[in-house]
């Protein structure tokens, strides 16, 4: 693909996407990924992971990538140490929490909302909750009203397989509640809502701010809307192959699916760059 902004001559940070991006559709970190990453700490460059998945459901992948960064849990609305303390965390507003929880159950999607350590769900049999469940390794605590789970909001999620819902959810979402949250598709079921400074591209200008570097020293790779946002935020942009069109239009460089290493491809171009 020909690149859409001059490579950066110095590549200082790599940032990725986890579900789709660094690890398959069936969540399997491969080797080749695994080897990509200890190539990058070889080569003096930093790695960092952010995902809409809440710290501890990252947990399994942190002594495999050997991580020394923060961890951007919730896009960017908590980051973690390895150990899973928490750095800093940006809660929802409650009244803009409200507001969200409210959209999205009129539109008829479900919501599920993340607060304290706690994934709180109206029911367990759900859609994609069992898919969850397993992919982030802890159950969530099933209650009858989530009103009381608002106040203190990480991350609101509206989970939908009708796609097309979930898009339109989106734009409703960001008219309802303007610069009080940010509201962006994590996956194509999955909206998620969280504080306006909560969300990827933020990501990259914290790890500017905490690592003393230029914001186009970070390569960023992912496979979502949501990852656009690092895209347009870091120097060097790459793009898993499954990604959708407008996903790859916000990219420096398309890579193969993350089926087909995508990723490790991807580090293999950013290296090529000249780190």
Known sequence: MTLNRKPPAKISLVLADVDGTLVTHDKVLTE??????????DRGIRFAITSGRPPKGMAMLFDALQLETPVAGFNGGQYVK??????EEHTIPADVAR???KLILDLGLDCWVYAGEDWCVRDATAPHVAREQWTVKFPPVVVDDLDARLDNAVKI????DDLDLVARAEQQMHE????????????PY?????HPNANKGDVVGYLTKLYGIAPHEIATLGDMPNDTLMFRKGGFAVA?????????????????????EGFANGIDKILSLGG
């Open 157 to 160: 999620v509206g989970v939908s």
């Open 190 to 194: 999955y909206l998620d809502v969280t």
């Open 32 to 41: 080749r990924a695994q080897a990509a990453v200890h190539t990058l700490h």
């Open 176 to 187: 309802a509640v303007g610069d009080g949250a940010s509201a962006t598709r994590s996956q």
């Open 240 to 260: 898993m192959g499954q990604s959708s069109k407008e996903v790859q239009d916000e990219a420096d460089f398309v890579s193969s699916s993350s089926e087909e």
């Open 99 to 101: 507001k969200a929880a």
């Open 82 to 87: 390895t150990d899973l303390s928490i750095i």
